[in-house]
């Protein structure tokens, strides 16, 4: 069965701290999608990955193929930050493509 | 104006009652999906469509329908709602590249079945 495991559930950093999210998923899953869900709940769509890193402002996300594992990683945070992030796998099998959802990190910022 | 709408944004019905629940969107995309989210599931696929003949069934379909009337609008339909229906839901598109199905979704849809 596919599935896609997020760690920690729920994580709280001060400003300015380095902050790391955790991704690891199982067989069957060839590329990793990184969300932000707002407190008002509005979906954003951060990076879609399957190899290496991407980089978008403060954000950077990296993924390894081989160990099954993704990171999102927010440098300099800030109370902005403050949302839930959700990592997505990307099922290139039967299901043609669908994603298959982690269950979410959501992250406080404190000033 | 926002890429993927999502119509209405907030809904409070009855037991039993018929809701439509409309998505529209001015990406060009091909795929459409609906999802619901509770709170500690995540988000849990509803049907997804690939484009305007082409519909079908995700994890949770049971006591939903869709309507793809266009490849711009994708509507879900609960015929007869029931109260473990409250949830969020939300619209999705993709472009039609299965390899790389980057989706950005809608403002969600609060519903609530009393």
């Known amino acids: 069965k596919n599935e896609v495991e997020q760690s920690p559930q729920n994580l709280t950093a001060q400003e300015g701290e380095f902050i790391t999210i955790n991704c690891s998923y199982s067989?069957?899953?060839?590329?990793l999608h990184w969300l932000q869900q707002h407190p008002g709940g509005g979906i954003v769509s951060l990076f879609m990955?399957?190899?290496g890193k991407k980089k978008h402002g403060r954000l950077i996300a990296t993924i390894n193929i081989q160990e099954k594992h993704s990171s999102l990683h927010i440098t300099a945070s800030h109370p902005r930050d403050s949302a839930v992030y959700i990592c997505?796998?990307?099922?290139?099998?039967?299901?043609?493509?669908?994603?298959?959802f982690g269950k979410g990190t959501k992250l406080s910022v404190k000033p | 104006d926002a890429d993927v709408t999502q119509t209405p944004r907030n809904r409070i019905t009855k037991t039993g009652k018929r809701i439509m629940l409309e998505c529209s969107q001015t990406k060009g995309h091909d795929r459409m999906y609906w999802y619901r989210q509770d709170p500690g599931l995540g988000l849990r696929l509803i049907y997804y469509?690939?484009?305007?003949?082409?519909?079908n069934k995700g994890e949770i379909s049971d006591g939903y329908s869709v309507s793809r009337q266009a490849q711009a609008k994708f509507s879900l339909s609960l015929e007869s709602a029931i109260p473990n229906q409250t949830a969020l839901y939300f619209c999705a598109t993709s472009l039609g590249q299965w390899y790389y199905n980057e989706q950005f979704f809608g403002p969600g849809t609060r519903l609530t079945v009393l």
């Open positions: 469509s690939f484009d305007v003949k082409d519909i």
């Open positions: 997505a796998g990307l099922n290139y099998g039967g299901s043609q493509g669908n994603l298959i």
């Open positions: 067989v069957g899953i060839s590329a």
């Open positions: 990955l399957s190899s």
